[in-house]
């Protein structure tokens, strides 16, 4: 069962009442995306909160956390006062579910 890290994502936190937007920009010339600020595909918004999104499969999770906390931009993102969450997903063929965790890199 083939599904984005990005459309799983969006999918959970809609059923949360989240709503939830894509900020990563396709460059047809370059052939390549690019995430808002160098770090987050997806905003979530709900009640006055905001949550910054990278959704990834479940082993890149590390990379992304390194990319995050590495950015040149995350100081600036993190005066806001923006919750950032990265979101591994991995399919199980046991009980043919999505799994998926989060890592709060605020």
Known sequence: MKRSPSALTAELLKEQGW???T???WIP???IRVDL????DQ???KDGEVIGLQPTSWSNV???VKKIAESDHIAEVRK???TLHVYGWKWCPKTKQWLHKIVDVS
């Open 19 to 21: 709503l939830v937007w």
């Open 23 to 25: 900020v990563e920009r």
């Open 29 to 31: 010339g370059a052939r």
């Open 37 to 40: 600020f160098g770090i987050l």
């Open 43 to 45: 905003i979530a918004i």
């Open 62 to 64: 590390p990379a992304r």
């Open 80 to 82: 806001l006062g923006w």
